[in-house]
């Protein structure tokens, strides 16, 4: 049974990766840390936990956890990382994104490459029963021929790109991307009303002005991508993108696959397959999705802790290539035009497009 703990249990994911351990079997949420005394207190009640920290470096020293999940803003999860290093602990599930520009990129790329810890980014989507199996049809070849690849999300690229990307990986993993062309606008913040959990709270999105959360990024952006294989795929987030969900701006994800033989596409709350004529689908809920998606990609982190051959699907290895993409975005949509990948990013990024698009 290993020792799991949580850094950060504010308005984040901290209480879906807590309510999973529901149907996890081989690990125990036993600690967690936060700034605040008040919501560390409140989660600690909610879950039952009684090993409450304001210090994570202090939890790592006393209870010395196997799993660390990093729920904290991206302007602070290298530090974290260094000490949970330092520490010895094991595995760490980072929150998405990853980072927020080139500089902090390359600081974050350059740890996890160097060193012990095992990371991965949470984008437990990849982990949903239902776009499993979808992404196993892709996998076994029913769609024939792979020719196109759509996907959006209702959020900029900072609250909800990265799980974008992750999607086009996931049905289309073999392929390497080659080069991009994107586009972007909008640096004001909006208000929205989200989805969390059948509640609905009202939440400012930054873009690229500050916000607690610290995901930065243009409100919309679009892009082109193109595979070494000939397959591209379309991305759209923010307000270009499709509305394919509920009322909330966070329900909108969805992916869909076009091949030689037809098309299989999932969203947040339906999924549809065709294959030579022949269609199937229907609907789900998705938070009923998400525990379970939650606690497999959790198992899975702690199966690669057991056995190095057990590598997470999105360990880091994988998954910073998709945040290279988004940076290559920025990047094209600042200088009109195609930009090879992987990129070595530009420095400055944010404040480069604050000033272009204000």
């Known amino acids: 049974m290993y020792k799991c703990a949580i850094v950060g249990v504010g308005p984040n994911r901290s ?12 690990g ?5 840390s936060a700034r605040s005394a008040d919501r560390l207190q409140a989660f600690g009640e909610q879950f039952g936990i009684n090993s409450l920290y304001k210090d994570y470096r202090e939890m790592f020293a006393r209870e010395k ?5 990093l729920n904290t803003p991206p302007n602070i999860r290298l530090e974290v ?7 010895g602990v094991s595995a760490v599930i980072m929150e998405k994104p990853l980072a927020i520009q080139g500089e902090d990129y390359l600081a974050i790329k350059e740890f ?10 949470n984008h437990q989507l990849h982990f949903h029963p239902r776009r499993f199996e979808l992404q196993k049809i892709v996998e076994d070849g029913n769609l024939g021929e792979m020719r196109f690849i759509t996907a959006g999300c209702g959020m900029n690229l900072a609250f909800q790109g990265t799980h974008t990307l992750q999607a086009i990986g996931a049905f289309h993993p073999k392929g390497k991307p080659q080069r991009v062309f994107g586009q972007i606008s909008g640096a004001g913040s909006e208000t929205h009303r989200v989805d969390v959990c059948g509640t609905f709270p009202t939440m400012v999105v930054g873009n690229l002005e500050d916000t607690p959360q610290k995901h930065f990024a243009p409100g919309c952006a679009q892009a082109i991508i193109d595979f070494d294989d000939g397959v591209q795929a379309l991305l759209q987030s923010g307000e270009i993108a499709p509305k394919v969900g509920r009322e909330a701006i966070n329900t ?5 696959v076009y091949g030689s033989k037809g098309h299989v596409r999932w969203t947040m709350w339906s999924w549809e397959v065709l294959v030579d004529g022949k269609s199937q689908g229907g609907t789900h809920e998705y938070w009923d999705e ?27 290895d994988r998954a910073h290539l998709d945040f290279n993409i988004i940076l290559a975005i920025y990047m094209s949509g600042l200088q009109n035009r195609m930009v090879d990948l992987p990129v070595e990013p530009e420095l400055n990024l944010i404040n480069k497009m604050r000033a272009a698009l204000s």
Do not use: N
């Open 81 to 87: 990382l260094e000490a949970a290093e330092s520490a």
């Open 28 to 32: 125990k949420l036993a600690c967690a």
């Open 15 to 26: 209480r879906e990766h807590a309510d999973a351990y529901k149907h996890i079997k081989s």
């Open 290 to 316: 998400d525990i379970l998606g939650q606690a497999r990609m959790t198992e899975a982190m702690l199966d690669w802790i057991g056995d190095d051959r057990a590598v997470h699907p999105l360990c880091f």
């Open 112 to 121: 996890c490459q160097g060193g012990k810890v095992k990371v991965a980014i």
């Open 252 to 256: 909108h994800k969805y992916v869909t």
């Open 65 to 69: 956890p196997d799993l660390v999940h």
